[in-house]
């Protein structure tokens, strides 16, 4: 079975520190990873995937996650928050080609402090 | 190329009324999903198809059904809607091959409110 679990429910961090997301995966498979971000009132947008190539995987706004097999962890991380970073973050995991087999995190909800 | 769309993007309806809400997708995606985001919550599956022709049950399927109308269509209906509906929801392709699900894209969501 595959499950994927975000270990914070909100971080709260200052601008222009560093963010941190944390996502670890249950998998009895190679997993396919992912990070999706919601604005406000918005839908889901890709910010970044693994899919077994490089382990460490650039997205978009600057978010980076590195994929360590060992740890089962996906973390997300910035090296500087911005205001505009505020929003909900999801992690996902699929591992099987069925369609049935994905599988979304309870979400991360970040707020940047000025 | 428009992603995913939905329609309506808003709706209010009455306790037992009827709606379907649309989906549409033009990547050429075989796997299609509905979903319902309440606040303060992840993404709960309501139904999803794997391919054209076929439907299965997700995490809530419950006061909902489906029609895989052909490859790019997917609606949701709601035969008698109750106030536990209120929700946002989601309509998401994805494509499925060589063993590897791809990249999950999500329409802009429809925010439903039943009264």
């Known amino acids: 079975a595959q499950s994927v679990t975000q270990l914070d429910s909100h971080v709260s961090v200052s601008e222009g520190t560093p963010v941190l997301l944390r996502c670890n995966y249950s998998?009895?498979?190679?997993?396919?990873l992912f990070w999706y971000v919601q604005h406000p009132n918005k839908g889901l947008q890709l910010l970044l995937k693994?899919?077994?190539?490089?382990?460490l995987v650039k997205g978009i706004n600057g978010f980076e996650a590195e994929f360590k097999k060992s740890e089962t962890s996906f973390h997300l991380t910035k090296p500087s928050a911005h205001m505009s970073d505020a929003a909900e973050y999801f992690c996902?995991?699929?591992?099987?080609?069925?369609?049935?087999?994905?599988?979304f995190g309870s979400g991360t909800r970040l707020s940047i402090r000025p | 190329n428009a992603g995913v769309t939905q329609t309506p993007k808003f709706q209010v309806l009455k306790t037992g009324q009827s709606m379907t809400l649309q989906c549409a997708q033009d990547?050429?995606?075989?796997?299609m999903y509905w979903y319902r985001q309440d606040p303060g919550m992840g993404l709960r599956l309501i139904y999803y198809?794997?391919?054209?022709?076929?439907?299965d049950k997700g995490e809530v399927p419950n006061g909902y059904n489906v029609s895989r109308l052909n490859k790019r269509e997917f609606s949701l209906r709601l035969e008698s809607a109750a106030p536990s509906q209120t929700s946002v929801y989601f309509c998401?392709?994805?494509?499925?091959?060589?063993?590897?699900?791809?990249?999950?894209?999500f329409g802009p969501g429809t925010r439903l409110t039943v009264l």
């Open positions: 996902v995991v699929t591992t099987y080609s069925s369609a049935s087999k994905i599988i």
């Open positions: 998998s009895s498979y190679s997993p396919s």
């Open positions: 693994y899919t077994s190539a490089a382990t």
């Open positions: 990547m050429n995606h075989n796997s």
């Open positions: 198809s794997a391919s054209e022709g076929t439907t």
């Open positions: 998401a392709s994805i494509l499925v091959a060589g063993g590897r699900a791809d990249t999950q894209y």
